[in-house]
């Protein structure tokens, strides 16, 4: 089968997570974030490599692009609870070759194929699910690093983090639903 007809089944949460089991707040926050990074895996499902990269909105997205950005970003994420501000680029200091390097994250690039996009997933995912399960102190805190978008001199603990990336992995698999759903019809839900 050649990169363009190979198809990806539906993952299982299983897929996404071998974490330990939890109680508690880090249960709920393991519990939100599978849930909604099964809802954005779920909508590749059987798509070949050629259908995971087509723009099907006005938008710039696509399905393996979306998978793409959410890896990059939880693994940025993961490293700044790690290792605070220096894990992630001065965002105003960036040129537009930076730029352009990081939009390509929204894109299924030559040679990528969306078994290989999943993988990188979920290997990220299993390194920040052993956070949630292992972190000493969810409140401890980092100096966010400098973007347009974050005040100035803030700072974020790690549970403000995990928060962000599951806003965020629920907001990308909304995007998702709706590029698949004007891709061919098919939908997350309903």
């Not at 070949?48 to 909105?57: I, K, S, V, W």
Request: glycine share 6%; hydrophobic share 40%.
């Amino acid at each position: 089968m050649t990169t363009s007809e190979s198809t990806t089944s539906e993952p299982t949460p299983r897929d996404l997570t071998e974490a330990p089991a939890l109680t508690g707040e880090r249960a709920d926050l393991l519990e939100t974030l599978t849930k909604h990074r099964h809802f954005l895996r779920f909508t590749t499902r059987d798509l070949t490599d050629e259908q995971a990269g087509l723009r099907t909105t006005a938008s710039e997205l696509c399905l393996g692009g979306l998978i793409k950005h959410m890896t990059s970003g939880e693994r940025s994420w993961g490293d700044f609870i790690l290792n605070g501000p220096s894990a992630m680029p001065d965002f105003t200091a960036m040129t537009e070759a930076d730029w352009t390097r990081r939009a390509d994250e929204f894109k299924m690039l030559p040679g990528e194929t969306l078994a290989g996009v999943l993988d990188d997933y979920a290997e990220v995912a299993r390194r920040t699910d052993e956070l949630i399960a292992t972190l000493p102190d969810l409140g401890a805190t980092q100096p966010l690093p400098k973007a347009p978008w974050f005040e100035a001199d803030a700072a974020w603990s790690a549970r403000r983090v995990l928060m962000h990336i599951i806003a965020e992995t629920a907001q990308h698999a909304g995007h998702a639903d709706i590029i698949r759903e004007s891709l061919d019809g098919a939908k997350s839900m309903g």
